[in-house]
């Protein structure tokens, strides 16, 4: 890895690596191949906005080609930088690792700001951008897939797809060179909400075993528990609407751009949603008390702390301020390497980054495979299971003489629709890995943070990629 900035994002991934790369069992030089990024692409391309030329900087951070393609999410932001988006980019690699994800890790960014643009203009960006990546062989189904991530959405991919097949129209694969789609150009049911389902996956798990909950001086379960998020994006949103509707969470604290609220008899997510979608701000909600600071949500009593916003929010600074029990990463890297020493002496649960939100990536494979095989999930079985269980449940009826009502019976005798069959998929992937990491945990005494744990995850299955190749002792 080049050399970072002192205290930045880049510097803290790496101390996390050097932490735990010890305890994965492998060869100094295998981990340095593994650490480092293997093809950073800085670009700068000029667009016409209005009467004038803006030189725009972008990038492509491919970190590990021991599998292919590398996978990782573009990033509009105006504090893109080469060191951000490496970080980035190693962080998929390991997240790809940790669920499973057959796939090397990747990022891109354009330093733009997207409030600063209209539509239109976004669309030129965005399809100049993908233009420098095929120029340059940094996009394709079987070479780097990018996906949504902070500041970009479905309309993005849309456009970079559309631009893909222009120069590429006669690939079969096309529509894989890029995931997050829109359901009706390639996409898959279920993405949208997919990095948050994820989350809210994760912190189930975690909440699930008795003896970890205890250690941290809470019951078992979910139900009842509160919470606070930083961020109403597309992760904290749907992180919140489902712990909320499926886990019985009660939000007490939301923090967006424009400042935060309070409620300690909880905050109905969706209405809040709407509330900033009328008003233009989260503040001022109908019975919660507005915050003095957006960033003190970060320092509200709770169970939970879900920051979903940016990196380096929780730093030495307020770390020591923090009362949540328990933080689940949402967002990449938003506790520092620093943070997270002061929060475990403190006895705080961090759940990684790198697992906590690789929902987003695991339903991105998903869809990638949909791209590959040209056909919905779903279409070849619904119908044979639907018939099966309705035999079934007929023959029952048939044999005790009792009969069941239309909708048990609708319920009982359903085929399972794309979204089923991605939600099921997200679930067992999430599950697996928390189980994965959390015998790292408890197996390994010389580790003593989820982090290292879930890294020790991930480096032995990358550790093992590059042994079969025989390069590596
Ligand atoms: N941007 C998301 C992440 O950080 C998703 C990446 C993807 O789907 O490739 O994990």
Same mark, same amino acid.
């Given at each position: ?44 391309? #000029? ?10 900087? +972008?990038? *492509? ?27 980035? +980019? ?19 960014? &354009? @330093?733009?700001? #997207? ?31 990018? /996906? #949504? ?59 699930? $075993?008795?003896?970890?909950? /205890? ?6 379960? !979910? ?31 939301? /923090? ?18 709407? $509330? ?11 019975? +919660? ?10 320092? &509200? ?6 920051? /979903? ?12 301020? &923090? ?20 929060? !475990? ?12 939100? @690789? ?30 269980? *309705?035999? !079934? ?59 290292? +744990? @879930? ?19």
């Amino acid at each position: 890895m080049s050399k970072s900035v002192h205290g930045g994002f880049l510097e803290s991934v790496s101390r996390n690596f050097d932490k735990a790369a010890p305890h994965s069992g492998l060869h100094k030089g295998l981990l340095a191949q593994i650490k480092a990024c293997n093809s950073v692409y800085q670009m700068r391309f #000029p667009v016409k906005i209005g009467s004038e030329y803006q030189v725009i900087e +972008a990038y *492509r951070v491919q970190h590990s080609h021991h599998r292919l393609p590398t996978k990782g999410g573009i990033r509009y932001s105006q504090k893109v930088n080469q060191e951000e988006v490496m970080a980035l +980019a190693s962080l998929m690699t390991y997240k790809c690792a940790i669920v499973d994800v057959p796939f090397g890790g990747a990022k891109g960014g &354009v @330093a733009i700001s #997207p409030r600063d643009y209209t539509v239109s203009q976004l669309q030129k960006i965005t399809r100049r951008y993908t233009t420098e990546l095929i120029r340059k062989n940094f996009i394709g189904p079987g070479i780097d897939v990018p /996906a #949504p991530d902070y500041g970009t959405g479905s309309r993005e991919m849309a456009w970079i797809l559309d631009t893909y097949i222009t120069f590429k129209g006669g690939e079969i694969d096309a529509a894989g060179c890029v995931t997050g789609k829109p359901v009706n150009q390639n996409g898959i049911q279920g993405r949208t909400e997919a990095t948050g389902r994820g989350v809210y996956y994760g912190i189930r798990e975690a909440c699930s $075993h008795k003896d970890d909950m /205890a250690a941290l001086g809470l019951k078992p379960g !979910l139900e009842g528990k509160t919470m606070a998020i930083q961020g109403l994006g597309n992760v904290g949103y749907h992180a919140g609407v489902i712990s909320q509707e499926e886990g019985g969470v009660k939000i007490i604290a939301v /923090a967006e751009y424009e400042g935060a609220v309070y409620n300690k008899d909880g905050i109905d997510i969706k209405k809040l949603f709407k $509330h900033r979608k009328k008003t233009g701000s989260i503040l001022d909600f109908p019975g +919660a008390k507005n915050m003095k600071q957006r960033k003190r949500v970060l320092e &509200v009593d709770c169970d939970i702390l879900v920051p /979903a916003a940016l990196e380096g929010q929780i730093t030495k600074v307020n770390a020591d301020k &923090v009362k949540a029990k328990i933080i689940a990463e949402a967002a990449n890297g938003p506790v520092t390497a620093d943070a997270e020493e002061i929060l !475990l002496k403190k006895g705080v649960m961090v759940i990684p980054d790198m697992y906590i939100n @690789a929902g987003g990536v695991t339903v991105s494979y998903f869809e990638w495979l949909k791209n590959l095989s040209h056909m919905r999930f779903g279409r070849m079985e619904k119908r044979f299971n639907a018939n099966k269980y *309705r035999n !079934l449940v007929e023959t029952v009826e048939r044999m005790t003489g009792k009969t069941i009502g239309a909708k048990e019976k609708d319920f009982l005798t359903k085929g399972a629709d794309e979204v089923d069959l991605v939600r099921s998929g997200l679930e067992e992937t999430m599950i697996t890995a928390y189980d994965q990491i959390r015998t790292n945990f408890k197996r390994n005494k010389g580790i003593n943070d989820l982090r290292s +744990a @879930a890294f020790v995850s991930a480096l032995k299955k990358i550790g093992s990629d590059y042994e079969s190749l025989g390069i590596f002792p």
